[in-house]
């Protein structure tokens, strides 16, 4: 079995998340990272671009300053206190070129910005160079688990060698499981550990996130790791 062999060679991951309500920005911005390999999930809205974070990996978010229905500062603010989120690269998107401005961008923890109107050129390497810091950065070693292969680096799961896309909660959930086999974790410890303590969440959240996963390891045969023990809550075996 080479699968080993294919992870370690993984590209550098390149989702990329656009919160932005004016769509003529939006398409260009997909248009011209599209053209460099990289994959954009466009949303217009916070609500629209937590909907996307539910439901697809995202390495990178592009956030517009002033967005509908609330700013795209409290928008990061709200990536920044959570524990899924908390260290997703993020770069704003501002037409306003005061230095006050820019400076509560980053204090509220976007990684850099761009002031509009910018050059699709100046915004891919900005993301380039914040996608190679926070991949050198995150160099945990690929953890291999039965046909299960996760490299927590570049954010990606192959079972068998193939690529398995998940979620990002799937992606935690399951890379917690991975870390802690032959372990009953309840759903209330499950919420700590993964969602992070104090999280006001109900626990049938965790039974909704771990159906999914075991939908998208079903192909591979993989979902019967994932075992429901009655009354206490979910274990993850190692063979
Ligand atoms: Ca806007």
């Known amino acids: 079995m080479n699968s080993n062999k294919q992870t370690k060679h993984l590209a550098m ?46 390495d990178l978010a592009i956030v517009d300053w002033m967005l509908p ?18 260290s997703l690269p993020v770069i704003m998107l501002t037409a306003r070129t005061d230095e006050h ?6 204090d509220a923890g976007a990684d850099d910005y761009v002031t509009k109107p910018f050059s699709p050129r100046e915004l891919h390497s900005r993301i380039k160079a914040l996608l190679r810091r926070s991949h050198d950065f995150h160099d945990d070693p690929i953890l291999t688990r039965g046909p299960l292969s996760l490299d927590m680096a570049a954010h990606r799961l192959h079972a068998n060698g193939e690529e398995v896309t998940l979620g990002h909660t799937e992606f935690k959930l399951l890379a917690f499981l991975m870390k802690n086999p032959d372990r009953v974790y309840s759903r209330t410890q499950l919420l700590d550990h993964v969602w ?5 969440i109900e626990e049938r959240t965790v039974d909704v996130h771990i ?16 075992a429901t023990v009655r009354g206490a809550g979910y274990r993850f075996t190692a063979s």
């Open 13 to 58: 991951p390149g989702n990329i998340l656009t919160v932005e309500d004016e769509s003529a920005i939006r398409d260009m911005v997909k248009f011209a990272l599209e053209r460099h390999g990289l994959t954009v999930h466009s949303s217009g809205s916070a609500p629209e671009a937590r909907q996307v974070m539910a439901t697809q990996t995202v």
């Open 69 to 86: 229905g609330g700013s795209g500062l409290e928008f990061v603010r709200s990536l920044r206190k959570d524990p899924l989120y908390n």
């Open 101 to 106: 401005d820019i400076t509560a961008g980053l």
């Open 196 to 200: 992070g303590p104090g999280t006001f």
């Open 211 to 226: 159906l999914r996963l075991r939908k998208s390891l079903k192909p591979y045969a993989a979902d019967k790791l994932l």
